[in-house]
């Protein structure tokens, strides 16, 4: 089942927050059309390596846009802008991710397309925003989580400022929050048949994303700080402990996950503590409750502790990237799937995580630069015979 089959998308788009939140809408069914300005090869991801696949197109450009159609024009010139109008008259929606000044000046706004097609929902992805003085910046992820506080947040007390260790999370996030104002006003333009401008920034996501932080300083003038060992802002043992042979994350956020721990680690007298009564209590002393429960778990390995903890509390083992990608638990879980290259017959990706009805999106790589450059001709012809 494609749920978004009927949907038609153009994507003037590069890079990671844009391309990441239509690769979704292509995973589930809508025909993503991705626009190239083939001048300047494209998106600038077709030639970021390291691991290349072939002429204009690479592992990490397949990252963010399977499942996506290509065409090439340049929107700046009297043909190219005469091609995407004839493609936005049959579309639902136009995307783009460029700097918050360049839709008003390529004619992106819902003000000039909805005289093409008044239906059409039109979203902006941009750095700072278009309504503000930053609109001409350009802007990537790791400077909003510089500017945002997110870097002060990350790493252990006394290191220097670091960002998420995944990449691009806030790309990610951004580009997933613009699906979320993309298919409400999706749902209104169909019903009332006016379509409309759906903005979000990466700067604004990513002080979003501080969460009860930001609330707690806006509030008490609490400014939150790094905590050891990737710990919980205020609930405690919510955090890493090492065993005898690496790490397992320990997640005891209520009463009852607190008396299943200390039981099976055998320390059952810690609930007659007063500093470790309860969770927030535990919090504030942490430095007290961690060494005891250090002493504990590095007597044993982690799959020990695995074993006797797994489906009484939330608990995990800390792997590193390769372990992760392969556990059993994700090759069980079809958590990684084969799409085809043509320069790399067994490419592995990672499977959509959505499922419909049980079943995974089906995925295939996106489309060589140009390669679907028939539908402009197609879109054309079809706007002149009406």
């Not at 978004?4 to 809408?25: D, H």
């Amino acid at each position: 089942m494609k749920p978004l089959k009927a949907i038609r998308v153009l994507s003037i788009e590069q890079f990671g927050a844009g391309p990441y939140g239509s690769m979704f809408l292509a995973d589930l069914g809508a025909d993503v059309i991705k626009i190239e300005n083939a001048r300047i090869g494209g998106d600038p991801a077709r030639q970021t390596g390291p691991f290349m696949l072939g002429k204009d197109d690479s592992q990490y450009f397949q990252t963010w846009n399977m499942n996506k159609r290509s065409v090439t024009l340049d929107l700046k010139s009297d043909q190219g802008r005469a091609q995407f109008e004839a493609l936005a008259a049959t579309s639902d929606v136009v995307l783009n991710n460029l700097r918050g000044d360049l839709p008003d000046e390529l004619g992106l706004t819902y003000e000039v397309l909805a005289k093409i097609n008044p239906r059409l929902v039109c979203v902006h992805i941009s750095a700072y925003g278009r309504d503000n003085e930053r609109a001409s910046w350009p802007g990537y992820d790791y400077l909003m989580q510089a500017e945002t506080g997110l870097m002060s947040l990350t790493g252990e007390p006394g290191g220097p400022p670091s960002r998420f260790g995944a990449p691009s999370v806030i790309d990610h996030v951004t580009g997933l929050t613009a699906t979320v104002g993309l298919l409400a006003a999706l749902v209104s333009a169909r019903t009332t048949g006016i379509g409309c401008d759906v903005d979000t920034c990466l700067f604004e996501v990513g002080m979003h994303q501080l969460g009860y932080a930001a609330i707690w300083y806006l509030n008490e003038g609490f400014v939150t700080q790094r905590q050891e060992r990737s710990a919980h802002l205020s609930l405690a043992p919510v955090q890493n402990f090492s065993t005898a042979d690496g790490w397992i994350l320990v997640m005891a956020m209520t009463q009852k996950f607190w008396l299943v721990l200390i039981d099976v680690l055998g320390v059952a007298h810690l609930a007659d503590v007063p500093e470790f009564a309860s969770p927030s209590i535990r919090g504030k002393h942490r430095d007290q409750l961690t060494p005891l429960l250090d002493e504990v778990f590095r007597t044993q390995t982690t799959d020990h502790w695995l074993r006797r903890l797994e489906g009484k509390l939330p608990v995990s083992p800390v792997l590193d990237v390769g372990q992760a990608l392969e556990s059993d638990f994700v090759r069980r879980s079809g958590a990684i799937s084969h799409v085809p290259h043509p320069a790399r017959p067994d490419l592995r990706v990672l499977a959509n995580p959505i499922r419909i009805n049980g079943e995974r999106m089906s995925q295939q790589v996106c489309s060589p630069i140009g390669a679907d450059n028939g539908l402009l001709s197609g879109a054309a012809a079809e706007r002149e015979s009406k």
